[in-house]
């Protein structure tokens, strides 16, 4: 059964009230619909047998419900996952990865679950260019960046579904010069990584452009990492691609992204989250914190899917929340901060 939204719907069936939430919500990231949610005697006493593509039943003792598993195979033949793991505290490092284990089985039954950007909401994104004069201009204090000068800091800028549009929106509020270069991972179909490149790529200052063997990020760069195989930076800041996939279940892996950029880069790589289903991000968020990295978020309002920036806020190591217009205008306050800053240490020195 499909629910109203064309996502298959499940239902689940657990004795504890909280895990019964934990694993609504927990579906829901993924855009699927509950059919049914309530304890084994709800649905034991049930008038008809609710439609679902799959079940989920957590008990706390089995042997307290010894027809429930009877009734189920009886009334259903949709596939029944028996034992799902409790949930851990949400926000924790430990409850998103059973969000994972738990997409891992629900995937295994019902194939891909995550809704990507198709080909034609990319093409549409050709027609937001904004008007010249709306551009911003770079703050006085900050210094314009040497054309194919090496960037010093380096922003992840991490999206799913929604995300195209809001980097471009995100781009398109940034002043040309920036001394700051952007590593973009996205995920998306494989097929239209060349719509996503030719779209932003038309972006004036801030060119979009595919990962290369042994190429070193530069300020004004928009590095698109493929989505096939895993890419990391080698001990002089070059990228290399690695013969193995990204892990997960999703390329490229935001999470692995975070870590490998993070290896070279230090507290000079950060992280934006955009627009996104799932909780891609969520897991590398709170070590990258340590590292001392900005970790900011989309906020929900102004997102396609809000699901994997709130998961990232969960951890709560997000020190910014905003529109894809405000995040580019904190990053630019942030940057003639640390101009200034760095102004003033070198005149105390002298």
């Known amino acids: 059964m499909a629910g109203q939204s064309g996502r298959p719907g499940v239902g689940i069936v657990s004795d ?24 084994p005697s709800r649905l034991m006493d049930y008038p008809e047998f609710p439609d679902a593509c799959l079940w989920l039943v957590t008990l ?5 419900h ?24 949400p926000g924790s490092t430990d409850y998103f990865r059973w969000e994972r284990r738990l997409v891992d089985k629900l ?15 990319l093409e549409e994104l050709v027609e937001t260019t904004p008007a010249p004069h709306s551009a911003p201009e770079l703050p006085r204090w900050i210094a314009p960046a040497a054309p194919g000068s090496l960037a010093e800091d380096v922003w992840v800028l991490g999206a799913s579904l929604g995300g195209p549009a809001a980097v471009k929106t995100f781009l398109d509020n940034l002043p040309p010069g920036l001394p700051v270069g952007f590593v973009y991972a996205q995920h998306i179909d494989g097929n239209f990584t060349e719509v996503l490149t030719r779209v932003l790529g038309r972006h004036a200052h801030y060119q979009l452009k595919r990962a290369e063997q042994g190429y070193r990020v530069r300020n004004g760069d928009v590095v698109l990492l493929p989505v096939e195989r895993e890419w990391a930076f080698d001990t002089q800041g070059q990228l290399t691609e690695r013969n193995t996939p990204w892990p997960g279940p999703y390329g490229p892996s935001i ?18 989250l955009f627009s996104g289903m799932g909780n891609d991000g969520a897991i590398a968020a709170p070590m990258l914190k340590a590292y001392g ?19 990232v806020a969960a951890t709560g190591c997000s020190s910014f929340c905003g529109t894809p217009e405000q995040l580019a205008k904190e990053l630019v306050k942030t940057i003639e901060n640390n101009c200034l800053l760095k102004g003033r240490q070198k005149r105390d020195s002298a």
């Open 107 to 121: 995937e295994q039954q019902l194939g891909h679950l995550e809704a990507l950007d198709t080909a034609s909401d």
């Open 255 to 272: 999470d692995q992204v975070l870590l490998n950029v993070a290896d070279y880069y230090g507290k000079r790589c950060h992280a934006i």
């Open 66 to 89: 010894p027809t429930l598993f009877d009734h189920l195979l009886e009334n259903t033949d949709a596939p029944v996952l028996f034992g799902v793991d409790q949930a851990p505290k």
């Open 60 to 64: 706390e003792d089995e042997a307290d």
């Open 293 to 311: 990295s900005r970790i900011w978020v989309q906020e929900s309002k102004s997102c396609g899917n809000s699901s994997m920036p709130d998961s």
């Open 16 to 39: 504890v009230v909280l895990q019964r939430h934990r694993l609504q919500a927990a579906t829901g990231k993924f855009g699927l619909e509950v059919s049914f949610s309530g304890d």
